[in-house]
């Protein structure tokens, strides 16, 4: 009779009970990456924002605030949200965001099938109770109120002041953050009226209607706007009238904006002589904490350039 080995045996069966436990405990255990990784996704504040001055002024609000992300929406090449249509994309990054950040004032012509689909996703409003300037016609309230250095410093506190109610427990976070982005803010804004309110002549002539803020804030006068919405040239009799105005009023520079074809302007420069410079709205330009600010020094250089 053979013999059996009952040590043998004890050490087999041993080894598939321990094999069995061990597989069934990675079936249902997370690796230790991955549940950092899952309580990291359930712990994170997602903010979008809806262009890229909105995109700006909150990434200052927010900076260095753990667990806080802040995501633009749209492409930093989009520019202003004139006629943007929603993508799926979009919806799909707004349904991960428990907020979102709007420039308001009719900048977001699409907010409102954004609110009737994503019910409890909560809407920051930056440019609440900033006081509008009218457009002419049948043209809504101007919506680039950020191209002011000082609704800027509003929009950045509106922010701060929203998020801290929908967010508490980082209040402080924002506050703090928020003051000290307004501080430098306003150190551009003391900078820009001590260069620009000793000049003169204060006569320009702008590519769209991004700069009525602007101009309003420095006490610059538009005498004329080449394209009243962009991409919508200016017929040849709208052409012959600015072109008209400028010989008269010996306007000598005129504006155009980087994110859109100077053809127009140079027409108009052709025809009269003024210079054609570049001043930046401010709704494109790298993803960085101090562009906003950056976009604005440059552009004190070119209007004391300019109107030298």
């Known amino acids: 009779m053979k013999k059996i080995n009952l040590k043998k045996i004890l050490e087999v069966g041993l080894s598939i009970v321990l094999v069995g436990m061990l597989s069934a405990c990675g079936g249902n255990t997370l690796t230790k990456d991955a549940v950092t990784k899952e309580a990291d996704t359930k712990n994170k504040f997602t903010i979008v924002t809806s262009f890229y001055p909105i995109y700006i002024a909150a990434l200052n609000v927010t900076k ?15 520019g202003c949200l004139h006629d943007y249509t929603l993508t799926t994309k979009d919806m799909k990054t707004l349904e991960q965001a428990q907020v979102f950040i ?20 909560e809407i920051v409003e930056a440019s609440r109770g900033i006081e509008l300037i009218a457009g002419e016609g049948d043209e809504g309230d101007n919506p680039h109120v950020w191209v002011s250095v000082t609704n800027a410093m509003k929009q950045v506190e509106n922010i701060s002041e929203q998020l801290s109610k929908i967010d508490p427990l980082h209040a402080k976070a924002y506050e703090k953050n928020a003051q000290g982005y307004i501080q430098k803010l306003d150190q551009t804004k003391s900078k820009m009226h001590e260069a620009l309110d000793q ?4 006569d320009i002539v702008t590519f769209h209607e991004a700069f009525p803020y602007f101009a309003k804030e420095f006490n610059l006068n538009i005498v004329s706007v080449i394209e009243r919405e962009p ?16 010989k008269e009023l010996g306007v000598k520079a005129l504006f155009a904006e980087p994110q859109y074809s100077p053809k127009a302007a140079q027409t108009i420069a052709n025809e009269t002589g003024a210079k054609i410079y570049t001043l930046d709205p ?11 600010i ?12 300019a109107l030298k």
């Open 282 to 292: 401010g709704v494109t330009g790298p993803m960085e904490a101090d562009a906003y």
């Open 199 to 202: 000049i003169a002549h204060k």
């Open 231 to 246: 991409g919508s040239e200016p017929s040849a009799k709208e052409l012959g009238e600015i072109i008209n105005q400028i």
């Open 102 to 121: 709007i420039n308001g004032a009719g900048m977001e012509s699409f907010i409102e099938d954004i609110t009737s689909q994503l019910k409890d996703l």
């Open 64 to 78: 260095d605030i753990e667990g806080v992300e802040v995501v633009n929406m749209t492409e930093p090449i989009t």
């Open 294 to 305: 950056n976009i604005m020094d440059k552009n004190l250089e070119v209007l004391k350039e």
